[in-house]
């Protein structure tokens, strides 16, 4: 079962290389005058002009800003949704593990070419499913024209063993069937903390704070305690008055019916969820 247990999570987003060429004008626009299609995509990065834009990114910011944002979005899509569970047929020992994702985003903004290295088979095929989770984005553009874009991820997350889940246990939230998987369990638990953080929340106060904004996005981070309460309660957003008013619904949520249980004890559970409230 995944009881949320990133210990160490680290993304890294880089474009191209990490050295970025001096190119002049002339070798400008040979690469301008070439076939998009056929473009060295060594090259055409480290002059590109638009890089692409994840959703939630704002396009007004600078290059290295952007860039920063899509780290932080897919880190956080591989916080997730990553199962850090190793396979009942791997032999590899828990603890940290290195994965290197590659894939290149193109003209349309769709992730293509995905391909994942990492210790062994069925890790890289999670690290694979999560990247073609990864949504459609404005694509990068070079002299007004879309390019496809290439990206590098380096992952280090720390695994888990595979234990019997016969004594293992998800939170269980009010209204969910202890009799359910566990896979069941966290689904359920989490659906109905989303609906009540979205019922709670102050929609005025969020629209009041970003004017300009029809949707905001913020991470919320709490600890549900062998007692089945919620305590150590986060939140992270782009205004302070979000994060406020998050942490307040968050300490609003009802004890669960029964805390996790791991070897069939009772224990705190790390949990987190990035939530987006829509103002209309």
């Excluded at 970025?20 to 998009?36: F, R, V």
């Excluded at 369990?185 to 970003?210: G, T, V």
């Excluded at 150590?232 to 009802?254: C, F, G, Q, S, T």
């Amino acid at each position: 079962m995944k009881l949320l247990t990133f210990i160490l999570f680290l993304l890294l987003l880089s474009l191209g290389h990490s050295q970025e060429a001096i190119l002049n004008q002339e070798k400008m626009d040979s690469l301008a005058k070439t076939n998009t299609d056929e473009v060295p995509l060594a090259e055409i990065i480290s002059i590109i002009e638009n890089v692409p834009v994840y959703p939630g990114c704002a396009e007004k910011e600078s290059m290295r800003e952007t860039k920063k944002c899509m780290s932080q979005k897919i880190a956080l899509l591989y916080k997730d949704n990553f199962n850090t569970v190793l396979h009942e047929e791997s032999y590899l020992e828990p603890g940290r593990k290195r994965i290197f994702v590659t894939f290149k985003v193109d003209k349309e903004g769709l992730v293509t070419d995905i391909q994942s290295k990492g210790p062994d088979e069925y890790i890289e095929a999670e690290a694979t499913r999560v990247a073609k989770l990864i949504p459609q984005m404005k694509p990068g553009y070079q002299r007004g024209k879309p390019v496809i874009v290439p990206f590098s991820l380096p992952l280090l997350i720390n695994m888990t063993a595979n234990k019997d889940e016969s004594n293992t246990r998800y939170p269980v939230y009010r209204g969910c069937d202890t009799a359910l998987s566990n896979e069941e369990l966290e689904a359920c638990s989490k659906e109905k903390i989303s609906n009540f953080i979205k019922m709670s929340f102050d929609i005025e106060k969020a629209s009041r704070a970003l004017p300009t904004d029809t949707s905001t996005q913020f991470l919320v981070e709490f600890t549900i305690t062998k007692d089945g309460k919620i305590d150590h309660v986060n939140a992270k957003a782009n205004h302070k008055a979000i994060a406020i008013e998050a942490i307040k619904v968050v300490k609003r949520l009802p004890k669960f019916k029964a805390p996790g249980l791991s070897d069939g004890v009772a224990v705190d559970t790390p949990f987190s969820m990035l939530m987006t409230l829509y103002f209309n």
